[in-house]
């Protein structure tokens, strides 16, 4: 079922893109311009005079809390394809849990992370070249930050979210209750109706499979589905083509097995990379 739903990330040829020289530079800043705690920010950048043709691509990072980590997954990648990295560190200090990361605050006394997402890229923006928007990257907690972030935010600069092997979802269900479902959450018809429009492509490594993996939440909500990640990634892609079936509309989501890769970050990078290179150079009118 889920074959008839992704498309075979690798079926295209998968072409590297020019090697760029080794003068880009890395480091952190530290961002306070929006209502929450400061977060630093690891970054890549190219030199001043490639800013502008460098997409943008804001990395959210997993349970370990290790943006740094994150960022590093990306640093050949960047100058491979030719992008800007900046990777926000949510610390466990100031945003404890998966109730302040993963699930952005909903319910709570807040911060609402996921509001820093659109005051986090003027900054980016501001730091030189004329970029008119962003992509998401997320892996594990990071792809449960950013499936939820895109239904609760207004991100009217988003070109494409990318959410990589999350260990289970919040399902496009108004009955079922938060978090697995909507019910009880600011949600209501009219706001699942645009999430299931939004630029979402799930990425699921298909050798994600490990039941017993420390890290995957066993509830009986998320076991409900599917035994390890990648199953509960199939299930999440079939809810939401049946919902979007049911409203008469079209499901905006895509789905990209990786074949080979588990639960790995710097291969569901490699993925993302080259797909966010293709769709950049479409926008830009530079793709065959």
């Known amino acids: 079922m889920l074959r008839a739903l992704a498309v075979l990330l690798f079926a295209m040829a998968a072409r590297s893109g020019p090697v760029l020289a080794d003068d880009w530079q890395s480091g952190r800043f530290v961002f306070s311009e929006w209502s929450g705690p400061p977060i630093t920010v690891h970054y890549i950048e190219p030199p001043a005079d490639r ?49 302040l990361y993963n699930l952005g605050g909903i319910g709570t006394d807040g911060p609402y992370a996921y509001t820093v997402i659109e005051p986090l890229f ?64 600011p949600a209501d018809a009219d706001r699942l109706r645009r999430w299931l429009f939004q630029p979402l492509v799930l990425l699921l490594g298909d050798q994600d499979t490990n039941p017993g993996d420390p890290n995957l939440r066993q509830s009986p909500e998320a076991a409900a589905q599917g035994p390890h990640r990648y199953a509960r990634g199939a299930f999440f892609m079939r809810e939401a083509q049946a919902r979007a079936q049911s409203y008469d509309m079209r499901l905006a989501w895509t789905a990209h097995i990786v074949p080979g890769v588990a639960h790995d970050n710097a291969g569901m990078a490699q993925a993302a990379a080259r797909l966010i290179a293709l769709e950049s150079a479409q926008r830009s009118g530079r793709g065959e």
Do not use: C, K
């Open 51 to 99: 800013m502008a043709d460098a997409p943008v691509v804001i990395v959210l990072h997993g349970v370990n809390r290790n943006a740094d980590d994150y960022a590093a997954n990306w640093r050949e990648l960047a100058r491979t394809y030719g992008l800007r990295i900046y990777a926000p560190e949510f610390s466990a200090r100031a945003f404890p849990g998966a109730a």
């Open 122 to 185: 003027s900054s980016i923006a501001a730091r030189g070249g004329e970029t008119e928007g962003y992509y998401l990257f997320s892996h594990s907690a990071g792809a449960q930050f950013v499936h939820r972030a895109i239904l609760f935010e207004d991100l009217p600069r988003l070109f494409t979210a990318f959410s990589a092997n999350a260990g289970w979802y919040t399902l496009p269900d108004l009955q079922t209750p938060w978090p697995y479902g909507l019910g009880g959450s």
